[in-house]
């Protein structure tokens, strides 16, 4: 789980997908090392009962990779990176939970986790899909600082807007999720489940707290031609990028001088990677 704070242009989108992208581009320039992959395996119980819970989400944080408990409330995750990576638990009605991994050899591993059970905070939380003026107007503030204003952006759509409720006033604004909110980005061919655990935006500043899982969305040939185009776009124009291309010039290979392809700005383009 991690915070993220920043003024009010930041969205959570800048670093996820330029995450993603540089996955993409470096998929498709050269091949991942054959380092292996590790199991994780284990179950997920009601802290005060100890009955297993089914169809707990388990994933790896920032990634595609997950699964769902079964009616025994154990879980079985295949075919997970070596390296560090962030295992994150999740289920509506309780605590979430997680675990940083450091996992160094191709073999299963093995994780009990005990949820206790909670309420959602906030005043008024209610799931419902019909709301009132004042609602709205908090749901637009909250998209907007959430997802930002880019092009990109202009194509993410929020599907589950129900799940959210809101409070606050003096210009600040506090947002609970009933379940994790699901996001679609059509521009870049993603679905995104985000696991919300804290927001708060105020004049000065959008702080948020919280991890998400990914999907890409299903389409025709030439509609997965265009979102591996804008995804690749998007990594050119993302932080990351300038990033990964300042590591490649310091390696000795890189000393002719010549700089990498793309755009390396650290201004406004760097929010080409917001959704």
């Known amino acids: 789980m991690r915070r993220v704070t920043g003024g009010p242009h930041l969205a959570f989108f800048l670093c996820l997908c330029a995450l993603l992208g540089a996955g993409q581009a ?59 990576q962030q295992l994150y638990v999740s289920f509506v009605g309780y605590k979430s939970a997680s675990r940083s991994l450091n996992l160094r050899e191709a073999r299963p591993y093995r994780f009990e986790f005990a949820l206790p059970e909670t309420v959602l905070e ?13 609602w709205q107007r908090r749901f637009e503030r909250f ?16 599907r589950n807007r129900e799940v959210l409720s809101f409070d606050g006033g003096l ?8 379940r994790p909110i699901v996001i679609e980005n059509e521009a870049l061919g993603y679905r995104v489940e985000y696991h919300l655990e804290d927001f708060k935006v105020t004049q000065r500043r959008t702080q948020y707290d919280g991890e998400p899982f990914f999907e890409e969305l299903e389409g025709t040939p030439a509609q997965e031609a265009e979102w591996e185009k804008a995804r690749r776009e998007a990594f050119l124009g993302s932080f990351h990028h300038l990033m990964l291309a300042m590591i490649e010039g310091l390696r000795p290979k890189r000393r002719s001088g010549r700089r990498p392809a793309g755009r390396h700005s650290l201004g406004p383009s760097t929010t080409s990677c917001s959704p």
């Open 143 to 158: 998209k907007s600082a959430f997802l930002g204003e880019t092009p990109n952006a202009e194509q993410a759509n929020i």
């Open 26 to 84: 470096a998929n498709a320039q050269q091949p991942a090392p054959a380092r292996g992959r590790a199991t994780l395996v284990g179950t997920v119980v009601d802290s005060a009962t100890g009955a297993p819970l089914s169809d707990v989400n388990v994933f790896i944080a920032e990634s595609m990779r997950g699964t769902t408990t079964d009616d025994q409330g154990r879980f079985r995750l295949t075919g997970v990176p070596l390296g560090a």
């Open 171 to 178: 210009g600040s604004l506090e947002a609970f999720a009933a």
């Open 122 to 134: 906030g005043e008024g939380v209610v799931v419902e899909a019909e709301r009132d003026e004042q």
